[in-house]
């Protein structure tokens, strides 16, 4: 007789065997669109509440939009540790899903939440003590060391539920539940503005307000989240654990593909920061006008960057089924599909363009000059842009991981920053320097990630492509 236990991990079981047949076998236009637009919605909200925060910001002057962009560059280095645990758990987990292996699936969802575990603990624990040096070491301009190091210390401790949130995504990602990933977001961002708002308008704390309801909102999400989550699947898990060690060797398969991602994304914030640390040099406002360039640029990029999050779990579930034309029509159909997003967002980012800048600016005719400067340049590599994602999508999918690190640490180091540095040292510009070290550095990377997606097409002509299924 069956048990209550087993009845309920199969009812589990069944709904997801839905959506991986949805991802395996229907028509790919419709899967693409039905499992990445929940995560395009996302990243356009998340832009939205980004500028909105920006505003807010703004609003306090343009040396607390400095802060807040030195802040959360050097912030994203750490959120990158998750990420790219998350991404080549994810990536795995999505195979496992394409093989029809249960026990696969539960065992390396396990093992991640264990890693990220572990991450929490050093992460939180180093860092937090080590603020003011972390500071320092990336060159934070004097006039903003003080007030950015209270903020800073908050958005560390944060990243305890940064994480739960990451892992929480990261599984449901890999199983292509999109619109429960959009759900939790939307109701994170709906959160952090409510509260900054009454922090800052009612109470009247000041710019601490945006770090303190950053933390309460993450919090309170990933409690929620991460809780329900393991109330649901807790049981299927120590069915799991019970019937099947898991440890070294899924540990072994997600730091594999893990630890390029991670070094890629850390290495490229790394190189962010040290960007930023570069502008102090056409001071503190140049550094709030990068930060705000880079918000508008959000609002053409991230719309692919949904797609291409999409792209990867089905390209990993197709590849656990052993689908690879399905898999490379993936890749072909997104790209399509940002192709026309970039185009869209160019032509309106264009028009708009000097409304948005005038937003930020708050009348501030320098501040609005210095904007205008870097994203007048930098906006122009929008197409490029949309095309590269699609071609990270592929990358990550397959599991070339070292490649897409190899591509974005050449988008920083050597079309980025030594740019820049000519600039500053061999001409007399001064902001829009950066404006055109941004286009240079992105164009290139795109006219690269297309070189690269040649490179894998052709791979897979000659029957070279190694996956988990193919050794070459």
């Known amino acids: 007789m069956r048990t209550l236990l087993s009845v309920k991990i199969d009812a589990i079981t069944d709904r997801h065997r839905s959506k991986r047949d949805f991802i395996l076998h229907d028509n790919l ?24 925060d920006t505003l807010i910001a703004a609003s ?3 040396r607390i939009v400095s802060i807040i962009s030195f802040i959360s560059q050097i912030q994203l280095l750490f959120t990158t540790l998750s990420a790219g645990i998350g991404l080549g758990g994810g990536i795995l987990i999505g195979r496992a899903i394409g093989e029809h292996n249960t026990e696969k699936e539960y065992r390396l969802i396990v093992t991640l939440s264990m890693m990220i575990g ?27 060391f003080e007030p950015g190091l209270i903020m800073f210390r908050i958005e560390l401790s944060g990243l305890v539920f940064v994480f739960l949130n990451s892992l929480y995504f990261a599984i449901q990602r890999a199983r292509g539940y999109t619109g429960k990933i959009f759900s939790w977001n939307l109701l994170i961002l709906s959160l952090k503005l409510t509260i900054t708002l009454f922090l800052v308008y009612v109470l009247d704390i000041g710019p601490i307000s945006l770090s303190v309801a950053s933390f309460i909102a993450q919090g309170l999400v990933a409690l929620l989240a991460v809780g329900i989550f393991f109330v649901h699947e807790g049981a299927s898990f120590k069915t799991i654990i019970q019937k099947h060690k898991t440890g070294f060797t899924e540990c072994k398969e997600i730091i594999h593909l893990s630890l390029p991602v991670f070094l890629e994304k850390f290495i490229f914030n790394y190189g962010k920061a040290v960007v930023n640390g570069m502008s102090a040099i056409y001071g503190s406002m140049a550094i709030g006008a990068l930060g705000v360039s880079n918000r508008i640029g959000g609002l053409v990029t991230m719309p692919p960057i949904g797609f291409q999050e ?9 590849l656990g089924n052993k689908n690879y034309r399905r898999a490379f029509d993936t890749f072909k159909v997104t790209c399509m599909i940002n192709i026309v997003l970039g185009i869209f967002f160019f032509i309106a980012m264009s028009i708009f363009k000097n409304d948005l800048i005038q937003l930020f600016s708050k009348g501030d005719p320098l501040f609005s000059q210095e904007i205008a400067k870097v994203y007048n340049y930098e906006r122009y590599a929008s197409i490029l842009l949309a095309i ?33 540095w000519y600039f500053q040292h061999f001409t007399n510009m001064k902001t829009e320097g950066l404006g055109i070290a941004m286009m240079i550095s992105n164009m290139m990377m ?27």
């Open 29 to 52: 236009w419709s899967v693409i669109i039905l499992i990445g637009l929940p995560l395009v919605f996302y990243n356009g909200l998340s832009q939205v509440f980004s500028f909105i």
């Open 310 to 318: 999409a792209e990867a779990t089905i390209i990993s579930q197709n």
């Open 388 to 420: 590269s994602s699609s071609v990270m999508g592929l990358l990550y999918g397959f599991g070339y991981t070292r490649l897409s690190m190899l591509l974005n640490l050449l988008r920083l180091f050597v079309f980025r920053i030594p740019p820049l």
């Open 60 to 62: 306090m002057g343009p």
């Open 118 to 144: 572990l991450l929490i603990l050093l992460t939180v624990g180093l860092a937090i003590p080590l603020a003011p040096w972390i500071l320092w070491f990336f060159k934070m301009p004097a006039d903003l």
């Open 446 to 472: 795109g006219i690269s990630a297309i070189v690269g997606a040649l490179f894998i097409i052709q791979r897979w002509r000659k029957g070279l492509i190694r996956t988990s299924h193919n050794k070459k």
